[in-house]
T-cell receptor
Framework: EPEVTQTPSHQVTQMGQEVILRCVPI?????FYWYRQILGQKVEFLVSFYNNEISEKSEIFDDQFSVERPDGSNFTLKIRSTKLEDSAMYFCASRATSGRVTDTQYFGPGTRLTVL | GEDVEQSLFLSVREGDSSVINCTYTDSSSTYLYWYKQEPGAGLQLLTYIFSNMDMKQDQRLTVLLNKKDKHLSLRIADTQTGDSAIYFCAEILSGGYNKLIFGAGTRLAVHP
């Protein structure tokens, strides 16, 4: 069964450094999402991406965050200058193309980001 | 506003039924979902229910929706040790690009 993959599984970085989290969505999907979960808290929506542009973003997704689909297969989340409070599990998800709300969002295993 | 609440922990004996509860606040929810997360794995969709339904059954899983009280539950019959995981309730609101709004997750522990 096709699956969403994410790399790395764990990223440790120093405060102020840039990080790029990578995701490979399912190949025929066109809707992409990033979510995050701070330890012990809810899974929060960050951003949705469709047709090479952001379709919706949350208040968390400020100017420090950006997303890109550089080569038609990868979907990346960049944090320009990490803060301690960015430490969380980041989940990528992708969805099929029919546009029906029941289309499942398939999630990757997550990247745990630790900012020191 | 959008808010989904779940109890954080549930412990059951193997073979018993588990009931995981969830409440939500936004009456414009269109679909409600249950996701399962096993250690080291991503979020796996278990089942979903449309907001105009009261109940949905899928093998050992039964979803009950009380729209008046904005209460959703997931019942797992004959709970097995392999059911030990974190279960997330999530909703999609009308409009938007189908972002999921999650609860904090309920950790289900199944013991012999």
């Amino acid at each position: 069964e096709p699956e969403v993959t994410q790399t790395p599984s764990h990223q440790v970085t120093q405060m102020g450094q840039e990080v790029i989290l990578r995701c490979v969505p399912i190949s025929n999907h066109l809707y992409f999402y990033w979510y995050r979960q701070i330890l012990g808290q809810k899974v929060e929506f960050l951003v949705s991406f469709y047709n090479n542009e952001i379709s919706e973003k949350s208040e968390i997704f400020d100017d420090q965050f950006s997303v890109e689909r550089p080569d038609g297969s990868n979907f990346t989340l960049k944090i320009r200058s990490t803060k301690l409070e960015d430490s969380a599990m980041y989940f990528c998800a992708s969805r099929a193309t029919s546009g029906r709300v029941t289309d499942t969002q398939y999630f990757g295993p997550g990247t745990r980001l630790t900012v020191l | 506003g959008e808010d989904v609440e779940q109890s954080l922990f549930l412990s059951v004996r193997e073979g018993d039924s588990s009931v995981i509860n969830c409440t939500y606040t936004d009456s414009s929810s269109t679909y409600l979902y249950w996701y399962k997360q096993e250690p080291g794995a991503g979020l796996q969709l278990l089942t979903y229910i449309f907001s105009n339904m009261d109940m949905k059954q899928d093998q050992r899983l039964t979803v009950l929706l009380n729209k008046k009280d904005k209460h959703l539950s997931l019942r797992i019959a004959d709970t097995q040790t392999g059911d030990s995981a974190i279960y997330f309730c999530a909703e999609i609101l009308s409009g938007g690009y189908n972002k999921l709004i999650f609860g904090a997750g309920t950790r289900l522990a199944v013991h012999p």
